[in-house]
C-alpha cells in the first residue's frame, strides 16, 4: 500500500505558505497520491484564506487542509452539554470579571447610542465608537466589504481586550493589561464556548500554559504551551492514518513538532526551503539561530531535504550527517509558450520589496544601465516594506522616468515574457521561484550569484548571467549586453526554458521525491511499502 503524504507546515492563510509548497501538493496530488496538509495557523480567518486558495487554483481541491485550531473548535463545538452564549457569559461574570457590561458583550453592530467617527488611514478603513457620553471604548477596523475585521476595546483609553472577528464572532479574543501588554489569548466557538486559551507572562511573552477542552467530557487539559499541544494534535491527524505516513516538515518549528511524534507512527522527513545561514549569508556565516533545535537533532529525521546539491555539501560540511541530507528541487508548473511580444527596452523584478531581496543593488546597477542606454526601463512588481526606500534612491538616482513601481500583478508570466531579462540581486536565496518561472517562460536572468538558487537554476552564459554578489557595474554591463544583443537574449531564453522544463516538470521531481521517500524509509526501520 501507498503511504499517504502528511506536508505539515505553520502557517497557511494570508500569504504564509510558498507557491513551492502548494505546488508540491499539486504534484503529488495529480500523482493519485493521497495528500493532506497539517497547519498550526491561528489566524482566524483561515478559513476563508483556504477558501481563497483553491478558488484562485493555487491549492488543489483534492489536497485536505486540517488546522489544529478548526479541528480543535468543530470538536468543541460538538461537545455534549454545551451552554449557551448567555449562559458561558453569566458564568465568566460570576467568576470575577471586571469588564463593564458594554465590554463584555459580543459587539458586532453600532448601539443607537453610540457616538461614531468613520476614517480610513494606511491599514484601511476603521470605525470609532464612542458611548453617548462621549467615552472612547472601542475601535473597529474594518474589511473592504464593511465588516469588523477586528475589535479593541478599552477602558479609560487603556487596551484591554481585542476580538478578532470570523463569520461574525469572535474567534480570537485577547486580553491585555494595564501596561498594554498580552497576557492571555482566548480560541472560541461560535457558541461563545473558549476551546483553548493560552496564558503568558506579560513581562517576557513567554508562554504558562495551554489549556484545552476534551472533545466528549467535560474536562480541560493543560499543556506546557503552544508546541506540546500541537505536537499532540499532529500524533492524532497521524494516528487516523491506517498507514504510517510520510509527513514532511517545513520551518524549524514544524519539524521540531514532527519530531515529537511516536517513533513508529510515520517516515519522518525535514525540508528546509530557505537557506541554513544567517547575516552576512556566506559559506562560513553563522548558521541561523531558529534552526538550531532541528540541526541538534539531524539524527531523529529520516531524511533532511534540501533543494541543491550546493548547499547538501555546504551543511554536510558544517553539521555531518552525510547520511541524513538528500536533494529534492522544487517542482514548477511549465506554462506554454509564451505569446507576448518582447518589449525591446524593457528589463523586470518580480519580487517582495523586502531587506532580503537587496533591490537597492538593482536600483544602482540599472542607473548604470541607463547610462549606456538611456531608454532602458525597469518594472518592479511586488509589495513590501522597502517600497518607500527604493522610491527614494531612485529619485536621488535620478532615473524616476526609467523605473516604475508596479505593485502586484496577477500575471508575472506575462511580465516576464515581454521582458528583454529579470533581474534578482538577493543577499540569498534557496531555489528562487522568480528566476524558475522566467526562464520557464524563455527569458534569462542577470543575477548576483548569492547562496544557493542561482547557480543551480542558471546556467551562466547560456541561459542568464551569474555576476559575484555586490558587483554593481558587472550586473549593469550584463544587462545592457543584453539589450544591445536581443537575439541573444532570446537564444539564452529557449535554453532556459528547455533546461528547467527537463529539471523543474512534475514527473521530474516526482522521481526525485520517490528516491528521498525510499531513501528515509529504509532508514526509519518501519515496514515498507510500494511506491
Request: aromatic fraction near 8%; charge should be neutral.
Amino acid at each position: 500500500m501507498t503511504r499517504p503524504i502528511l506536508i505539515v507546515l505553520h502557517r497557511l492563510a494570508h500569504g504564509g505558505v510558498t507557491q513551492a509548497v502548494l505546488d508540491q501538493a499539486r504534484m503529488f496530488e495529480r500523482a493519485g497520491r493521497m495528500v493532506t496538509i497539517a497547519t498550526f495557523d491561528d489566524d482566524p480567518a483561515f478559513r476563508s484564506s483556504v477558501a481563497s486558495l483553491r478558488e484562485s487554483g493555487r491549492l488543489p481541491r483534492g489536497v485536505e487542509v486540517l488546522n489544529v485550531y478548526e479541528d480543535t473548535r468543530q470538536a468543541a463545538g460538538g461537545r455534549s452539554g454545551t451552554r449557551s452564549a448567555a449562559g458561558i457569559r453569566e458564568r465568566a461574570t460570576a467568576a470575577g470579571r471586571t469588564l463593564s457590561r458594554r465590554v463584555r458583550r459580543q459587539i458586532s453592530s453600532v448601539s443607537n447610542d453610540d457616538l461614531t467617527e468613520m476614517g480610513e488611514d494606511k491599514h484601511g478603513p476603521y470605525r470609532r465608537r464612542f458611548t453617548a457620553a462621549g467615552e472612547y471604548y472601542a475601535f473597529d477596523r474594518l474589511d473592504t466589504s464593511g465588516c469588523v475585521a477586528y475589535t479593541n476595546f478599552f477602558e479609560n483609553r487603556f487596551l484591554i481586550r481585542r476580538d478578532d472577528m470570523e463569520d461574525g464572532f469572535a474567534a480570537r479574543r485577547t486580553w491585555f493589561t494595564a501596561a498594554g501588554a498580552a497576557n492571555r489569548v482566548e480560541f472560541m466557538t461560535p457558541e461563545g464556548l473558549c476551546f483553548a486559551q493560552r496564558w503568558t507572562d506579560p513581562e517576557d511573552g513567554h508562554g504558562l500554559g495551554v489549556y484545552v477542552v476534551q472533545p466528549g467530557t467535560r474536562t480541560m487539559r493543560r499543556f506546557s504551551g503552544l508546541p506540546a499541544w500541537h505536537a499532540a494534535w499532529l500524533q492524532s491527524v497521524v494516528d487516523r492514518s491506517d498507514t504510517p505516513p510520510y509527513v514532511i516538515a517545513e520551518t524549524a518549528s514544524a519539524i521540531t513538532k514532527m519530531l515529537k511524534l511516536r517513533r513508529d507512527s510515520a517516515v519522518r522527513l525535514g525540508m528546509m526551503h530557505n537557506s541554513h545561514l544567517a547575516s552576512p549569508f556566506a559559506v562560513d556565516s553563522p548558521l541561523r539561530p531558529d534552526y538550531e533545535d532541528p540541526f541538534a537533532k539531524l539524527d531523529q529525521v529520516d531524511a533532511y531535504v534540501l533543494l541543491s546539491e550546493r548547499q547538501r555539501r555546504d551543511m554536510t560540511e558544517r553539521l555531518g550527517h552525510a547520511e541524513t541530507f538528500t536533494v529534492v528541487p522544487n517542482a514548477l508548473v511549465i506554462p506554454p509558450e509564451p505569446a507576448e511580444r518582447r518589449d525591446p527596452r524593457l528589463v523586470s523584478i518580480i519580487s517582495r520589496l523586502a531587506p532580503q531581496k537587496a533591490l537597492h543593488e538593482a536600483v544602482h546597477a540599472f542607473a548604470g544601465v541607463v547610462e549606456q542606454v538611456p531608454e532602458a526601463r525597469l518594472e518592479i512588481y511586488g509589495r513590501g516594506s522597502e517600497r518607500s526606500a527604493l522610491e527614494s534612491l531612485v529619485s536621488e538616482l535620478g532615473i524616476q522616468g526609467n523605473v516604475e513601481f508596479m505593485g502586484r500583478t496577477d500575471d508575472p508570466n506575462g511580465v516576464m515574457a515581454r521582458s528583454i531579462c529579470t533581474l534578482s540581486t538577493s543577499d540569498w536565496e534557496a531555489l528562487p521561484l522568480s528566476i524558475a518561472e522566467s526562464l520557464a517562460v524563455a527569458t534569462p536572468v542577470v543575477a548576483y550569484d548569492c547562496l544557493y538558487g542561482p547557480s543551480t537554476l542558471i546556467r551562466d552564459g547560456e541561459s542568464g548571467v551569474i555576476v559575484p554578489r555586490g558587483e554593481r557595474e558587472g550586473l549593469a554591463d550584463a544587462v545592457v549586453d543584453l539589450l544591445r544583443a536581443p537575439e541573444k537574449a532570446a537564444r539564452m531564453g529557449a535554453a532556459g526554458r528547455e533546461d528547467i522544463s527537463q529539471r523543474l516538470s512534475f514527473d521530474a521531481v516526482l522521481r526525485d521525491w520517490d528516491r528521498a521517500f525510499a531513501h528515509a524509509e529504509a532508514r526509519s526501520g518501519l515496514p515498507g511499502s510500494s511506491h
